[in-house]
């Protein structure tokens, strides 16, 4: 029999502020790789001097497939440029670069989120899988404590989502502050690479509160369920 589900309704504002932020971080990516930085660096020279001036000449940078999936490795301590990035000269590719290496010093160092994160990231996959097909299992059987466990595996997904945003916009900072301290980017160009990397931070920001609406709508349901 239909079912109709009223706390849907909350999730239109994320799924909204969802595809804004895919749109934002592509339109700048767009517009700011077609400008070449005026140094006419790659990404990949640009990504080896940070490393090396920050100690890291143990990390490796290799070439992915795929658009906009950049990312640092911290158990092979590898950095990964895409095909979008990788070899370019414009801005864009820079700011992506230097943002990875920033989670490569991030690990260096330890930075707390990043070690948090890390250590959580088997647990959350865990409860990534199986919180909604217990909340639904034991909300079609009106069955309160896999309706909780549910939710309480859900809840961990959030912390994932709000130790990642630290994590993501304190690389950023570092990256903007070794790309303008360095040399490797002009006044102008760092504009141009803070847009990218802020559009890119919106995605997270954007999971973030998916993931908040999403808690709110199961606990809802929850409290439906037990009236």
């Known amino acids: 029999m239909f079912y109709y589900d009223p706390t849907m309704i909350l999730l ?3 799924l909204l502020f969802s595809f804004w932020a895919q749109f934002k971080v592509k339109s700048a990516f767009a517009e700011y790789s077609g400008v070449a ?3 006419k660096i790659t990404s990949d020279d640009a990504a080896r ?3 090396d001036a920050n100690g890291l000449q143990n990390v490796r940078i290799e070439h992915i497939a795929g658009e906009l999936t950049d990312h640092y490795d911290p158990q092979a301590k590898v950095l990964r440029l895409s095909q979008s990035v990788a070899g370019s000269t414009s801005i864009a590719a820079i700011g992506v670069a230097a943002h990875e290496c920033g989670h490569a010093v991030q690990d260096a160092v330890s930075y707390a989120p990043l070690k948090i994160r890390n250590s959580i990231v088997p647990v959350v996959n865990i409860c990534s899988t199986l919180s909604m097909p217990l909340f639904f299992i034991g909300f079609l059987f009106n069955y ?6 549910g939710i309480l595996f859900f809840c961990g997904v959030l912390v994932f989502h709000a130790v990642t945003l630290p994590v993501e916009f304190d690389a950023s900072g570092r990256a903007l502050k070794i790309l303008s301290g360095n040399g490797f980017l002009n006044r102008a160009e760092i504009s141009g690479a803070k847009k990218v990397l802020t559009a890119a931070a919106l ?3 954007s999971a973030m509160v998916m993931s908040a609406l999403q808690l709110l709508r199961l606990i809802l349901l929850r409290n439906q369920r037990r009236d």
């Open 12 to 14: 239109i504002p994320a």
């Open 203 to 205: 995605t997270y920001v």
């Open 37 to 39: 930085s005026s140094r």
């Open 49 to 51: 001097a940070i490393l």
């Open 144 to 149: 309160l404590a896999l309706i909780d466990l």
